[in-house]
């Protein structure tokens, strides 16, 4: 899978009925994602497509405004779209990125 497409991700901006018609596609033909800058670059166009698709979002039932509820939504779909190998090299790279504390052994 080369390109993954957005589109249950517009239904959590239930302002822009447009986005359905016309799902957002995120590339990844280009990104090897067991790298850190590959994973970085997912991690961009998936913030640019929920730009796109969050804008005016709205959690289902709600009159507020709720564009954190929405780029979650983005997000999730998106790792859920990912195939298993795509994903399992996604999560090894951005592990490289996590700081870790060590606890205190007192």
Excluded at 38 to 50: N, S, T
Excluded at 92 to 104: E, G, M, Q, S, W
Aim: contains cysteine; proline residues 5%; hydrophobic residues 50%.
């Amino acid at each position: 899978m080369k390109t993954l497409i957005l589109a249950a991700a517009a239904a959590l901006s239930l302002a822009a009925p447009a986005v359905a018609a016309d799902p957002l596609r995120i590339s990844l033909a280009d990104l090897d994602l067991g790298t850190v800058q590959g994973a970085a670059e997912l991690d961009a166009r998936i913030d640019a497509a929920a730009d796109a698709l969050c804008h005016d979002a709205r959690r289902p039932g709600s009159r507020l405004s709720d564009r954190a509820y929405c780029e979650a939504g983005v997000r999730a779909e998106v790792m859920a779209a990912l195939p298993r190998r795509a994903h399992a090299d996604y999560v090894r790279a951005t592990d490289l990125l996590t700081v870790r504390v060590p606890t205190d052994a007192r």
